[in-house]
């Protein structure tokens, strides 16, 4: 309980915060192109005569129940694996990073920061560099949390890691095989929102009705005897477009009305690019400033440093008063670009 209370009191302090996915280079226009594949196994026909392409920049949600293959497709549309029949051409500069549903290795001894950057302080993100801890702290880690061995996780912490260890790497190909399983709905938020922001593309395999809705563009779906089909828009989109089977009641899910749209000048303004960074880098720039600051301190409570130079007091006293300063000048920043980000405050 104690544990929770210290993750919800961080969650307030931090408002809302923005995983970062680290994106590399575009690929070119074609991503896959797939012309008659078809793949089994043991006689067991999974995929029968599917032609798809993909472009740049789609979104690829991968529908079907459980063993029927669609972790199988995704290998095979990155070329992973060779199909029994038909073709498959990969695009140019695809740099693919892969979130698997059976989750990577991570070192259970090391620290959460240790898995992320390997006894480093800084990482390098889409150009910007960041504290590891400040990093971590748009992933829902707070400080101590982030200095804690990786044993003592829970199932939807370690999702977390793995996602912030994940969204390190450079990608334009985003894989995401039951990426939600475990997580937190506050987390599921952060990572909806980013994947919306995803300038590459994401193949997502999820039994997430909302996630897909919210995510993809297009849809493949597994109707059985190795039928893959292709649907336009998420999962409510596939139900509202399939075919019944003979002698089914489909009951359509009802489309909601859009709400309507305000008038453009009652908008309220968003974060410019710069300042989009900007607010990214604040968190670890008060991170450094509060670190020092405990130094400091400590440094003032060992009885040797009074035997020093006598200006090692006053010294001290002044950067003291300057960190004061600099921290409430960059928390009031950091709630004036939070505002303009969420004017509502969250609410």
């Keep these: 309980m104690k544990l929770r209370e210290e993750q ?19 690929t070119g226009k074609l ?52 199909p029994d029949k038909g073709r498959i051409r990969l695009g140019s ?12 290795q991570l070192n259970e001894d090391l620290s959460v920061q240790d898995n992320i950057a390997g006894g480093k302080e800084i990482l ?19 400080p101590d949390r982030a200095r804690s061995p990786v044993r003592i996780l829970s199932g939807g912490e370690r999702n977390r890691l793995l996602l912030a260890r994940l969204f390190t790497r450079p990608s334009n190909v985003l894989v995401l095989d039951e990426p939600t399983n475990d997580l937190d709905m506050e987390t599921l938020d952060l990572l909806e929102d980013r994947l919306m922001d995803y300038s590459g593309t994401i193949l997502l395999v999820s039994h997430d009705r909302e996630f897909l809705n919210n995510v993809v563009t297009e849809t493949l779906v597994f109707e059985g005897n190795g ?11 596939w ?36 300042e989009g960074k900007e607010l990214e880098t604040l968190p670890s720039i008060i991170e450094e400033l509060e670190k020092e600051q405990k130094e400091v301190y400590a440094n003032m409570a060992d009885p040797e440093f009074y035997k020093g130079s006598g200006e090692n007091i006053p010294r001290a006293q002044a950067r003291l008063d300057e960190i004061e300063k600099e921290l409430k000048k960059t928390y009031a920043r950091w709630e004036e670009l939070e505002e303009i980000k969420d004017p509502s405050g969250g609410s």
């Design 31 to 82: 991503v896959v192109e797939a012309e008659g594949v078809s793949h089994g196994y043991g006689g067991v026909s999974l995929i029968n005569g599917l032609s798809t392409r993909i472009i740049r920049g789609d979104r690829i949600g991968i529908i079907g129940p459980n063993g029927v293959g669609k972790t199988t497709l995704i290998n095979i549309l990155l070329g992973r694996i060779t």
């Design 8 to 26: 919800q009191a961080w969650r307030k302090q931090m408002g809302a915060a923005r995983i970062t996915i680290q994106e590399a280079d575009q």
């Design 227 to 237: 039928v893959v089909a292709e649907y336009p828009g998420g999962y409510d989109d």
């Design 124 to 142: 390098e993100i889409n150009g910007n560099h960041r504290h590891v801890i400040g990093y971590l702290k748009d992933f829902l880690f707070s």
């Design 93 to 104: 500069r695809l740099e693919v990073v892969y979130f698997d549903q059976l989750r990577e």
């Design 239 to 274: 139900l509202l477009q399939r075919p019944a089977m003979p002698g089914e009641k489909i009951e359509r899910p009802v489309k909601k009305s859009p709400v309507p749209r305000k008038d453009e000048k009652e908008k309220p303004r968003k974060l410019t690019y710069k």
